[in-house]
């Protein structure tokens, strides 16, 4: 059964700095998924990831998949207050489904 | 951008009773989910719904729960006799196609369910 990890599950954060969040899977997985939630809100996709290496990036945002290690990361880089948010991994289970399953989440704060 | 929108946005509902949460997915999307997040947790799987049948569903998803395609555009989930523990963001998803295509998975604003 596929588990997702994330960590840190809290991050503060000081405007300019950049900083790395890792989503650890246990199974294999299809397909590897980032998403940004303000509070209240829904889920903003930020991110799919579909084979080993892909890198995508979008504005000081940059997320990684590495199959092998079962991991993925999201990059930030020279953090502005506005990325505050939780951010989601999410992982989709092989074999035929259509499962999403979520990581905790990682709560950044940016601070001025 | 396309959207998934959801109705209602927030109900209050006594626990016993029946509710229906709707949800309109993206137009020519074929793969319709049912997620949960109960407040400050991690968003869980309910349901996914392709070609008017459940693919899958979770163990959450038991017989008080059902979901419908009523017409082309609407696809509703029924909690039948809620529960305190039902309280929870509901969030429908829906993506455009096949597996290995890479297609986003869309997520609506979510309807809050508060049982009381």
């Known amino acids: 059964e596929l588990k997702v990890e994330q960590n840190p599950l809290f991050l503060s954060m000081q405007e300019g700095k950049n900083y790395t969040i890792y989503c650890n899977y246990s199974?294999?997985?299809?397909?590897l998924y980032w998403y940004r939630q303000d509070p209240g809100k829904s889920l903003e996709s930020l991110f799919v990831l579909l084979s080993n290496g892909a890198v995508k990036q979008e504005g000081r945002l940059m997320a990684s998949l590495d199959t092998k290690a079962r991991l993925s990361t999201l990059h930030i880089t020279a953090a502005v207050h506005d990325l505050s948010a939780t951010y989601f991994c999410?992982?989709?289970?092989?074999?035929?489904?259509?499962?999403?399953?979520f990581g905790k989440g990682t709560k950044l704060t940016v601070n001025p | 951008e396309p959207e998934v929108t959801q109705t209602p946005s927030h109900q209050v509902t006594q626990m016993g009773q029946e509710v229906i949460l709707r949800c309109v997915p993206i137009?020519?999307?074929?793969?319709f989910y049912w997620y949960r997040q109960i407040l400050g947790q991690k968003v869980e799987f309910l349901v996914s719904?392709?070609?008017?049948?459940?693919?899958?569903k979770s163990e959450i998803f038991d017989d008080q729960f059902s979901v419908e395609r009523p017409d082309g555009s609407n696809f509703t989930l029924k909690i039948r006799s809620t529960k305190l523990e039902d309280s929870a963001m509901y969030f429908c998803?829906?993506?455009?196609?096949?597996?290995?295509?890479?297609?986003?998975?869309?997520f609506g604003e979510g309807s809050w369910l508060t049982v009381v």
């Open positions: 998803a829906s993506s455009g196609g096949r597996r290995f295509s890479g297609n986003t998975i869309y």
């Open positions: 999410a992982g989709l289970t092989q074999g035929g489904s259509e499962k999403l399953v």
């Open positions: 719904f392709y070609n008017n049948e459940i693919s899958e």
């Open positions: 199974t294999t997985s299809d397909r």
């Open positions: 137009s020519n999307h074929l793969y």
